[in-house]
């Protein structure tokens, strides 16, 4: 069955950085853009990110724009998001996903697969 996997989650001081993967199965992954959203408590879901099935484009909310990166491996089913400079306002879950969608997919409604999400805690 098609599954996200997220991981690389955790606790880091403001200013660090952390990277976080998600690890696909069961569906042709090269074929997807993905992207990456967050929720922290009490909010509604935010988008991050999303690069192109191939990695050729990416797209960046303005919020994280300059200090995320999101890259991919296809031949190892893998997407990363860099995080830089990190505040504590980025304290969230964070999760990927995948769309069919070829355009800079930035709503949670456009994507067809989900993982179950990382914790990402930044302390001041």
């Known amino acids: 069955q098609v599954q996200l996997v997220e991981s690389g989650g955790g606790l880091v001081q403001a200013g660090g950085s952390l990277r976080l993967s998600c690890t696909a199965s069961g569906f042709t992954f090269s074929m997807y853009a993905m992207g990456w959203f967050r929720q922290a408590a009490g909010k509604e879901q935010e988008f991050l990110g999303v690069?192109?099935?191939?990695?050729?484009?990416?797209h960046y909310a303005d919020s994280v724009k300059g200090r995320f990166t999101i890259s991919r491996r296809n031949a190892e089913n893998t997407v990363y998001l860099q995080m830089n400079s990190l505040k504590p306002e980025d304290t969230a879950v964070y999760y990927c996903?995948?769309?069919?969608?070829?355009?800079?997919?930035?709503?949670?409604?456009?994507?067809?697969?989900w993982g179950q999400g990382t914790q990402v805690t930044v302390s001041s």
């Open positions: 996903a995948a769309t069919k969608l070829s355009g800079a997919a930035i709503r949670p409604y456009e994507y067809d697969f």
């Open positions: 690069i192109s099935w191939n990695g050729g484009t990416t």
